[in-house]
């Protein structure tokens, strides 16, 4: 997972929770709602991205394992 990916996870999380605070939602059902919203702006601010700078932000990459090979590679 490269650092855009935990960015826009963070975005995903962060939308949702304040979301769902805002419409005051209760239980799985009434959280369902939120989720999808949060999730929507995360992915409309993704493909914005993309869009402008004509890369992709999705990796099939492990974060833990970019971390130990930036170690590996002394940065």
Do not use: C, H, Y
């Not at 605070?21 to 999808?36: D, R």
């Not at 409309?44 to 170690?71: P, Y």
Request: hydrophobic share 35%.
């Amino acid at each position: 997972m490269t650092d855009a990916e935990l960015i826009f996870t963070a975005l995903a999380e962060l939308s949702t929770r304040q979301i769902a605070e805002t419409t005051k939602a209760k239980g799985l059902e009434e959280n369902k709602i939120p989720a999808k919203k949060g999730g929507q702006v995360a992915k409309n601010a993704r493909l914005e991205l993309e869009q402008k700078t004509g890369k992709k932000v999705v990796s099939g990459k492990n974060f833990k394992e970019m971390r130990e090979q930036k170690k590996l590679k002394g940065k």
